[in-house]
């Protein structure tokens, strides 16, 4: 079996009855920049609810069939219906249904990689889902025609793929600076100190802030908690939690303090998101 082709199959799923799903793990080109691609299609009439706790994804939908019903950090309404979009970083949980005719392909980016692919500064995409043809024009909506003309999920994923790729190959480098600080922040858990990142670049913190949410769309605080809570919801669903050693590991203050940011992040207690 061609190296491509194992890589594809061992990382595809599908689950019978309700809807299908595959997933693919991009080549080393797109390293650092897409963390997956994912085809779904549901399979089954029905109501379908998912709930994405706040991440570092930035993703970009393309659909093909019906649109989703996307609330950031509420119950969507009969105004929260998204079809191809991109959406930003967003702080907290991000309710989304869908009602058995769904079809898309998701890219997955890194805050970094999205920055570059999508040629603007994050903070227009944050809190926000914004419309295919809006963040990629023309460009989108042609590539929207192919992957809905495509003939399975092998070929729209090459087909994504190489359009990432493509236009990777003009877009400009991340700054230096913003660079280094995300990639502190990541490696720390979220536990480095901001005032720190901002003296070892000769910055105030109110400099980095502003630069660093403009590139990224949230502050280097924000992105903090976001990478603490990852990291404790991670510890708890590796162990029999114990829920003050996990927040003294993660950097919390106390346990209140995790749980006020669990409950702020995905809309519910630790215990709760635990044992899903």
């Known amino acids: 079996m061609p190296i491509e082709m194992q890589r594809r199959t061992e990382q595809d799923r599908s689950i019978s009855g309700r809807f299908e799903m595959r997933r693919l793990l991009p080549g080393p080109a797109l390293e650092g920049v897409v963390t997956d691609i994912c085809g779904y299609r549901e399979t089954a009439a029905g109501h379908f609810c998912n709930v994405e706790y ?14 989703f019903a996307i609330g950031l950090g509420k119950a969507p309404d009969d105004n929260d219906r998204f079809a191809s979009f991109a959406a930003g970083l967003f702080a907290g949980p991000v309710m989304i249904e869908s009602f058995g005719a769904a ?17 603007l500064p994050m903070s227009e995409l944050t809190d926000s889902m914004v419309v295919l043809d809006d963040v990629l024009g023309i460009e989108g909506m042609a590539l929207r025609e192919r992957l809905g003309n495509a003939p399975d999920w092998t070929a729209r994923f090459d087909l994504a793929e190489a359009f990432v790729t493509a236009r990777l190959a003009s877009a400009a480098e991340t700054p230096p600076e913003i660079a280094w600080a995300y990639d502190r922040i ?5 536990r480095t100190r901001i ?10 913190r109110k400099h980095l802030a502003g630069s660093f ?5 949230i502050g280097p605080k924000t992105m903090s908690r976001i990478v603490r809570f990852n990291r404790a919801l991670g510890l708890s669903r590796q162990q029999t939690a114990d829920w003050a050693d996990i927040a003294a590991d993660c950097g919390y203050a106390d346990q209140a303090h995790l749980v006020r940011e669990f409950r702020e992040l995905a809309g519910e207690t630790p215990t709760a998101l635990s044992v899903r």
Not at 196 to 201: D, M, N, Q, V
């Open 54 to 67: 706040a991440s570092l994804t930035v993703p970009l939908v393309i659909s093909f069939a019906d649109p």
């Open 103 to 119: 079809c898309c392909v998701q890219i997955n980016f890194t805050p970094l990689g999205a920055r570059r692919f999508f040629r």
């Open 186 to 190: 990541v490696t720390s858990g979220g």
């Open 195 to 204: 005032a720190s990142l901002a003296e070892r670049l000769g910055w105030s």
């Open 213 to 217: 949410s403009n590139a990224i769309g």
